[in-house]
């Protein structure tokens, strides 16, 4: 198991580096700025973005989380998404990584047939369109996605589409064409072949989106939609691989895009400790600066070894994927652990971060408080943490023991009973 970057990563990083330093940090201001005067309601995409990605694609910096367009690892992208981490509002989308686009583009070159990639992965992978994934409901605990409620049903040459859906990611941004909606398509069939996953048009009639949800008060410029599907009609040549599919799609789909936010929440985390030592080294409290209190030096130490523990099991799970495939068992625990730890760890940094600020931790001057709402939401969205917990423990429970398990546990029945 080698985690040593690779020649062509290490090509790909430095290159990433660059373009981050040179373009996507000096650009932030003028992102704020212009989404300050925009106001919440407005979703249109700061122009700056646009001007990132054309220098991306110049870069050779694009699509990089797709194995099939960059020829990467999942270990070799982990270590670039990182970087992308540090700022998250506009690294991703400015190399064509952000999420819901990357799990739509992986479910569309993966199930898609030629017409629904010409149509919609195309323009999706050339960066001219964005898209959206409606699977969350708020009548249900979509946690266990069995639950979902919204129907596709056959009509003829046609699907009709009834339900409500909501926190679905970018319907909110005007350059939103497509979602990829999940509903139950059979509710006779076994209870994982119920499920089916559509294309629809955002223009089709009956598609209406309600609002954008605020996380922790704020609206993110893509917004998170509460939408009403009444009586939506699409064609049934806009079905996904099959009927009964869904719930496969879905576990291909979340796979990687789990791991894709683990490894941004690394990087938002070591943003949030390089930011905490900047402070603390300029900041002087009871005569001394904050640097040389013992309590302060704790939070340090704690962020550090937390962010290189979750870096080596994200890195981990990335070569897993990686030797084994996203299907395989070993690689579906990896991603259930690192999905539990990544958040936890990214919000325990930032909140620290946040505490040596004081008052500046909480508003807008630095990007703290913003990243801990994202990483505290994190916490819930692609599964909440009790159900990948809940596969870890699974798995623990019915491992196989192994020799030395077996002896120390016998040695302990025997103390017990004798």
Not at 212 to 219: D, K, M, N, T
Request: with cysteine; proline share 5%; charged share 25%.
């Amino acid at each position: 198991m080698d985690f040593a970057m690779s020649a062509k990563a290490a090509d790909y990083h430095e290159r990433l580096s660059a373009f981050m330093t040179e373009f996507v940090f000096p650009a932030e201001a003028s992102y704020e700025e212009y989404r300050r005067a925009a106001g919440p309601d407005d979703h249109t995409v700061p122009p700056i973005i646009e001007e990132l990605k054309k220098v991306a694609k110049e870069r050779g910096l694009w699509n990089l989380f797709l194995p099939a367009e960059s020829g990467l690892t999942n270990l070799e992208y982990a270590q670039l998404a990182e970087l992308t981490g540090w700022s998250m509002e506009i690294a991703p989308e400015a190399t064509n990584c952000a999420a819901p686009d990357t799990g739509n583009m992986e479910t569309l070159h993966l199930f898609a047939n030629e017409e629904q990639r010409k149509q919609w992965l195309e323009p999706l992978l050339a960066g001219e369109i964005r898209s959206a994934f409606a699977m969350t409901e708020p009548a249900v605990a979509s946690s266990d996605a069995r639950n979902i409620e919204t129907t596709i049903l056959r009509d003829g040459d046609d699907y009709i589409i009834n339900g409500r859906k909501w926190w679905i990611t970018g319907a909110a941004d005007p350059r939103c064409k497509i979602m990829i909606v999940m509903g139950r398509t059979n509710p006779d069939a076994a209870s994982h072949q119920q499920q089916s996953m559509i294309l629809v048009p955002t223009d089709t009639p009956g598609v209406d989106i309600q609002r954008s949800l605020p996380v922790f008060g704020w609206q993110d410029q893509h917004g998170h939609c509460e939408i009403v599907f009444d009586n939506v009609r699409v064609p049934a040549s806009n079905l996904l691989h099959e009927e009964g599919s869904g719930f496969a799609i879905a576990q291909a789909r979340l796979g990687p895009g789990r791991i894709h936010h683990c490894m941004r929440a690394i990087g938002a985390a070591e943003r949030a400790l390089a930011l905490m030592v900047a402070r603390v080294q300029k900041r002087v409290a009871f005569g001394r600066p904050l640097s040389e209190q013992g309590v302060v030096r704790e939070s340090i130490a704690k962020s550090r070894n937390e962010i290189d523990q979750t870096r080596l099991l994200c890195h981990k799970a990335a070569w897993t994927i990686d030797q084994h495939g996203n299907k395989s068992k070993e690689a579906q625990l990896l991603v259930a652990q690192i999905k539990a730890v990544a958040p936890q760890v990214a919000c325990n940094v930032i909140d620290r971060a946040i505490q040596v600020h004081g008052g500046m931790g909480i508003c807008d001057d630095v990007p703290l408080a913003r990243l801990y709402a994202w990483h505290r939401a994190m916490r819930l969205f692609d599964g909440p943490d009790e159900v990948h917990m809940r596969t870890i423990a699974r798995a623990e429970l019915g491992k196989e023991k192994s020799a030395f398990a077996a002896a120390v546990c016998g040695q302990s029945d025997k103390a017990v009973t004798g």
